[in-house]
């Protein structure tokens, strides 16, 4: 329930129910946080650890009994 889709429905939600200011604070904050966190990915681009070609298993666990 944190995507996008869901954040702007309880956005309007807000908006139209509760605070039009506080709710256009929200639509801001989330088009804000949205282009940065491309602009971000764009500009670091490191690949995720799974897909790093010394990664095994994510679940492999050595325990010592």
Known sequence: MGE???L???IFIVYWGVNKKFGEYLVISLF???GL???FK???QRPRPFLKPEFND???VQ???
Do not use: K, S
Request: charged share 15%; glycine share 14%; no cysteine.
């Open 42 to 44: 764009g500009i670091f």
């Open 8 to 10: 702007l429905l309880g």
């Open 4 to 6: 996008e889709t869901f």
């Open 63 to 65: 325990v010592d009994n």
């Open 37 to 39: 966190n491309g602009f």
């Open 58 to 60: 994510l679940r492999h």
């Open 32 to 34: 804000a946080t949205i």
